[in-house]
């Protein structure tokens, strides 16, 4: 197990962005997803991520490996 873990911020426009979509979905979906299901998921966090109060971190091995990930926003009336 890894000790060194990084924890930074991402958004909508992140680089890790597709990593941080397959860890979700291997996590919610399994090992047999699909390339809409992660295209799926790569477009709902963009769009949770233009939420006003959105908050959203990614947690990174020593290796560069994405390993975790984790967000949230303000709920609003006609977002969800």
């Given at each position: 197990m890894s000790r060194n873990i990084g924890i930074d911020c991402f958004?909508?426009?992140?680089?890790?962005l597709?990593?941080?979509?397959?860890?979700?979905?291997?996590?919610f979906i399994g090992k047999d997803y699909s390339f809409d299901d992660l295209h799926n998921v790569i477009n709902n966090i963009r769009k949770h991520a233009g939420y006003a109060g959105f908050k959203g971190l990614k947690a990174k091995d020593e290796n560069g490996k994405v390993v975790g990930f984790a967000y949230g926003y303000t709920?609003?009336?006609d977002q969800f």
């Open positions: 958004e909508a426009s992140d680089i890790d597709e990593e941080i979509g397959k860890l979700y979905c291997i996590t709920s609003l009336p």
